[in-house]
């Protein structure tokens, strides 16, 4: 019977056993003071970074990626309450798609070519 006492002392918390529980205030003050600091950095570099003249987060995103194979949607047109017909284009290439809940059909692909000065009447 006194080893189950014994054993529930040596597993219990040391603060809750004593009559006058010591609890680091210090320690806690230093850690919502670092909390306060880092929440209000973080607050005033997103302010920063959503201003309309400064520097922008997709400027640093540029970065990290190609630029050169970026999507455009030239046309969409809506063929029922679940399919659409949309005419994209990427790069030198146009494409006609249809996208619907299950799929997206490509129905047309062509390249395009930019006429050049000599062949404009």
Not at 53 to 67: E, K, Q, V, Y
Request: charged letters at 15%; aromatic letters at 6%; a positive charge.
């Amino acid at each position: 019977m006194w080893s189950a006492g014994f054993a529930a002392a040596l597993t219990s918390d040391a603060h809750a056993a004593s009559p006058n529980p010591a609890l680091p205030f210090a320690r806690l003050a230093l850690g919502l003071i670092l909390c306060s600091i880092v929440a209000l950095l973080a607050a005033l570099a997103l302010r920063r970074f959503m201003r309309p003249g400064g520097p922008r987060l997709a400027d640093f995103t540029g970065i990290f990626r190609d630029t050169g194979r970026q999507v455009s949607v030239l046309e969409t047109h809506r063929l029922s309450p679940h399919a659409d017909v949309c005419r994209l284009a990427s790069g030198d290439k146009e494409f006609l798609v249809i996208v619907s809940p299950g799929a997206a059909t490509v129905l047309e692909s062509k390249t395009i070519t930019v006429p050049t000065a000599t062949q404009i009447p």
